[in-house]
């Protein structure tokens, strides 16, 4: 009867203690604000700050406080989101250049939204061009400096042997460039142009001008590392009258969302589900339901994969505050450890105590008494 009452005792206090401790656990969650979440990306670049801003507003409207920043002259984010201890802690960022993966282990991807294409607009002249080659000696402009257009460009020209020695190749933003080519000060301008934004139609369709095609476009892609061939359909910019005129290959480089780790699973829901909706309706180079998709060697974000693959976001982040939806499984695994602790108490308690008190002990007690009979051992009862 002493017995089972003990084990009463102690496995009621054991579940009591395991049910606060579970409670304290849940009411601190509670307690907890979400960590602001910092953004990073080109803002000058509409193919990579439309990304960015997609998921500032997908924060933002999920409870989170967010800040969106724009990256310096040949910044890489992905250094940034990988490094914590930067000056300015940068969560996520838009990502439009190679990346070594094993150079960044705690950068995940959210998704790859769209290979964005670099076009190379030409005044035409009485002559059509056919290739980039024909642009040597020309006026080009490239891009601001350290800007995707920029770099992809110049590997592009470069693959055609024009380059600044035998061109020149200028560095103006992309409305001071338009601006040059259309009054004659500048022969060609290389521009990175999102199928997401219509506001650069108007100078690609101006008359005089044209989208210059990208002869083995899938070997320039291949030398430049990163980069993928794209087929640029007839009226892509203009369907009455095409513009182009017919299908076209150009360079197309992939933009990617990119997470540090550790960033909450309840923002990367919001972001994954903010980010299919604006980017997986399709465009003009896309089919619907193609993006966001992971590609090349950024280990793909579990939340984000979760959410693609079902279109669902369970349940604890849809209902419950950020804090606290973050904290439901590590709780529920805790909890369910410590339940299966107190059954196994519970079960073998009452059997070890049986053990030694019916086995062990006797034998013990047995072992010492036939000890103290042969002397080796004094008698303490005496």
Known sequence: MNRDRATLIASTTLIGALILGLAGLAFAAFLREAAP??????????????????????????????????????????EKVQDSLEPRAIDIGVNARPVDSERFPNVVSLGTIGNIPVLIIARAGVTPITSPADL?????????????????????????NVTQGNSSLQSDKRSVAEAMVLSGESDAAIVMYSPYDDSHADFITTPGLQIVPIPAAKAVAGRIGYVVPVA?????????????????????VPITVVARDSVSRSAIFAI???????????????????????????????????????????????????????????????????????????????????????????????????????????DESR
Not at 304 to 309: I, P
């Open 37 to 78: 979440i910092n953004i990073e990306a080109d803002l000058l670049q509409e193919s990579t700050a439309l990304p960015a801003e997609v998921v500032h507003d997908a924060l933002v409207k999920a409870g989170f406080t967010s800040t969106l920043y724009n990256s310096g002259t040949y910044d890489i984010v992905v």
């Open 136 to 160: 040597r000696g020309k006026r080009i402009q490239v891009g601001y400096p350290g800007s995707t257009a920029a770099e992809v460009g110049e590997r592009i020209l470069a693959q055609f």
């Open 232 to 252: 640029l359909p007839a009226g892509a910019y203009r369907v009455a009258d095409p513009v182009p005129a017919e299908d076209i290959t150009v360079i197309g």
């Open 272 to 378: 994954a589900r903010a980010l299919n909706a604006r980017f997986g309706r399709g465009s003009v180079l896309s089919e619907p339901g193609e993006f966001p998709q992971f590609l090349y060697n950024i280990p793909a974000s579990d939340a984000a994969s979760e959410y693609y693959e079902a279109g669902i976001i369970p349940w604890q982040y849809r209902l419950l505050p950020a804090p606290v939806a973050d904290l439901v499984i590590p709780i529920a695994v805790t909890g369910s450890v410590l339940l299966i602790l107190a059954a196994l108490y519970q079960l073998l308690l009452p059997e070890f105590y049986t053990v030694w008190k019916e086995i062990i002990r006797p034998r013990r007690h047995h072992r010492r008494q036939r000890r103290v009979r042969h002397g080796s051992l004094p």
